[in-house]
């Protein structure tokens, strides 16, 4: 029988507090980048991908004919989504891969789980602090049994908006100037290094809004949930789906002003 978004849920949430524990002790036994990705600052640790694989192998000891999409592993993480119920596990297994090798507390484990290609299920977890986000689809957003419902900020001249950067530089400078032209207008800009909780700490309201260029899957699947069912407005430009392009995660009241101003800076435009 198809699981509820609370069964997956709930197994989400054990496998992703297995697999932060992992990364925190591999993290205490000391931790190196063992490869580079996309360009020379994307780093992967052998964390990256131990973890990646502790979590496929806990959620096919459960359920083996899911399909996995891995930030390590990509779809070759396992399986192919197919047929109607079908679930697909969307999983950044270290978000924050940089902060994670230079022991800055800021890295997560991201889970979500998709049924026919909705996520309806997601659990952020910082790995370093324990802290943990939590939702579902229509069952809201969570932290420590307290509900989610983002900044009551309405005035984008006094929001503090998060970002982040990508890999590659030429994006990077585009990105840079998207700053430049934002800063003056804002109460000012945080770069915490880690989407996934960029996404829930703007669910919180413990920044106002985050946006962001240049994201893939796993960065926002889980975050983005937490994020909607917190009450935000969770978009694209010009009303496009959250994509590569560009996410935004504001309230209401906020996302129109900031979704005018990075409309007018291209922020979804270059490399
Ligand atoms: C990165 C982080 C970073 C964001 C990048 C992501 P990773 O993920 O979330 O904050 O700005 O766009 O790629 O590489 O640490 O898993």
């Known amino acids: 029988s198809q699981p509820s978004a609370d069964e997956l849920l709930e197994l ?14 591999m993290r205490a036994e000391g931790v190196s980048a063992v490869a580079t990705k996309s360009t020379v600052t994307d780093v992967v640790t052998a964390a ?13 000891e459960v359920r083996p004919d899911d399909a996995v999409l891995g930030e390590e592993y990509g779809a070759a993480a396992g399986g ?22 230079y022991g800055l507390p ?13 996520v309806v299920a997601g659990v952020v977890r910082n790995a370093a602090t324990g802290d943990e986000w939590t939702a579902t689809r229509g069952g809201g957003a969570w932290r420590d049994g ?12 006094q929001a503090l908006v998060a970002t982040g950067f990508g890999y590659d530089p030429a994006r990077r400078s585009h990105q840079a100037g998207v700053v430049a032209g934002l800063i003056a ?4 800009i945080r770069r915490f290094g ?25 960065d926002q699947a889980a975050g983005g949930l937490v994020a909607t069912e917190a009450g935000l407005v969770f978009s694209g430009l010009d009303g496009a789906p959250p994509g590569p392009d560009l ?19 291209d922020a979804a435009g270059g490399p």
């Not at 989400?12 to 002790?25: E, K, L, N, P, Q």
């Open 80 to 101: 192919v989504a197919s047929g109607p119920g079908s679930v697909r596990w969307i999983l950044d297994p270290i978000d924050g891969t940089v902060n994670y090798l």
């Open 12 to 25: 989400a949430v054990r496998v992703a507090r297995g697999a932060a524990d992992t990364a925190r002790r």
């Open 185 to 188: 207008h804002v109460r000012d």
């Open 48 to 60: 990256d991908r131990a973890v990646e694989m502790q979590v496929i192998a806990a959620l096919r």
């Open 247 to 265: 996410v935004i995660a504001a309230p209401p009241a906020l996302f129109a002003p900031l979704h005018e101003r990075l409309a007018k800076l």
């Open 194 to 218: 880690a989407a996934a909780l960029d996404l829930c700490l703007a669910a919180e309201g413990r920044v106002d809004a985050y946006y962001e260029k240049g994201l893939n899957a796993w």
């Open 106 to 118: 800021q890295y997560a484990v991201s889970l979500a789980a998709e049924v026919d290609g909705v």
């Open 146 to 157: 307290r509900r989610l419902a983002g900044s009551t900020e309405t005035d984008l001249g």
